[in-house]
Each structure stands twice: as structure tokens, then as C-alpha cells.
């Protein structure tokens, strides 16, 4: 495996390295929490697993935290069009692919999601650092490998078809959610249509394939990191998931996965 990095993948300076190990241990960590109850404070693991009194969280409601989640991440992509105007075009993609992505989460978050409860400014500080920084350091490390000579083999192209899939079925998945609510009615129902009837949480399995896209664009190391670390926590997110359904639906089939279809 070791030999076949550099065959993918730009050579990352020392800081990049650490960057990206850095990434993937935090993400894991906050995945394998979420395994053994230590969720992270919003929509229906809100108050669950927490042991702070509830009279002393802060707390937005969840629109407002989705938006200053995804927000500076979004920013930071529209930003590096003026920063680094000249660019390669795998940088060019990276940007594009990036910013359209967080632009697509805040355009959800206005229009698409229903929301029913809140989200505590304790969890939400950590994800809007995340995704901030982790969107940072993509397009730095984009900016530090110009010059240096291509990877053998280029996976940009089929990196972009897996963006448009993931991101296709991320959205249309995220549609089903919200059509299952109407403006009043806040109370969960298992959703149905699409993989919903394969796996319970499709629309993470659509957004670890954009992020996959995106990483296979850039062939940075630091790119690679985040596809990885966000898979462990979004693996552990739908584990709970699933387990919750179970829990407060008697109705709900143990043959929907949480994850992958059959196995997961």
C-alpha cells in the first residue's frame, strides 16, 4: 500500500502530515463517542447521553446552528477564488467542488430541512471549527502542491462523477426527510422511499461518496484525511441512528441497515 501513495497522491510537507493525522484521530474519536453515547447535541440526540443539567446548556435553535456551521466553511471556498485566482484546473475543481458543497448545505438548511429541536453551542462550536478548518487546510494544501509534478495516475475525473452522484443523492435523500414532516408537526417517523428502505441513513452514505469525489480530485493527503475522518464519525453517527429507530419504533424492521445496504 505504502508504495502506491505516491503514485496517488501529491507528497505532503511535515505539516500537512500532522495536519491530516491530526484530522483523522479527532473525527475517529468523535465517531466512536458517538458508539458509546457521548453524542453530539443536536436533533434527536439532543439531551441524550449528556450529564450537564439541562438549565445550563446554551443553546440556538437548529436552523441558526446549521447555518453558523456551514457558513465559514463556505466562505472560506469563496474566498480562495480571490486568494488563488490562477490556479491549476484540479485546483480549480477542489474549489468548486468544496464551496458548491457548503453552498448546497446552507441553501438545505434555508429551504429544504424541517427542523423540530435544537442544538447546543457546545456541539456546535466544534463542527463549525471542523468544517472551517478541515476547508482551509484542503485548499492549502491544494495551493502547496502546485509545481510539484502530477501523480501517476489521476483520479480527478472519476472523482468528479462520485462529487455529482454524492451529492445528487445526498440531496434528493435530504428531500425525503423534509417531506416527511409538515410545518407543525415536529415527531420523528422512519422514513421511507429511496435507500431509506435499505439503510436508515442514505443521505451519509451519499455525503461520504461526495467527499470521496472531492478527496480523488485533490490527491492531497490532507483531502484524504478528511474523507477518512468524516466517515468514522458519520459511520458512528448512523450506528446510534439505527439503534435509536429501534428503540423508539416497534415497527421498524431490523433488516434496514444503518449505513450499507445488507451489511452495515
Known sequence: MLPMLP??????????K???????????NVGLSEIRGKH???????????????????????RTGMLIAYTPAFLAGAASFGLFPNEDLRFLLVKSTLTFHFFKRI???????????GMEVESLIPITLSYFTSSVFIINAQHLAQGLPEPEIDLKYPGIALF???????FYHHRLLSK???KDVKEYKVPKGGLFDLVICPHYLFEILGFLGISLIAQTLYALSFFVGTTLYLVGRSYVTRRWYLSQFKDFSKDVKALIPSAF
Do not use: D, W
Open 107 to 117: 441553501l438545505e438548511v434555508l429551504f429544504v430541512h424541517r427542523y423540530s429541536g
Open 7 to 16: 503514485r496517488l497522491f501529491f507528497p505532503p510537507p511535515f505539516f500537512i
Open 18 to 28: 500532522a495536519m491530516s493525522v491530526i484530522c483523522v484521530l479527532s473525527l475517529g
Open 40 to 62: 453530539m447535541q443536536y436533533s434527536k440526540f439532543l439531551n441524550i447521553g449528556e450529564k450537564k443539567p439541562i438549565e445550563k446548556k446554551i443553546r440556538v435553535s437548529s
Open 180 to 182: 416527511l414532516r409538515s
Open 164 to 170: 455529482v452522484a454524492g451529492t445528487s443523492g445526498n
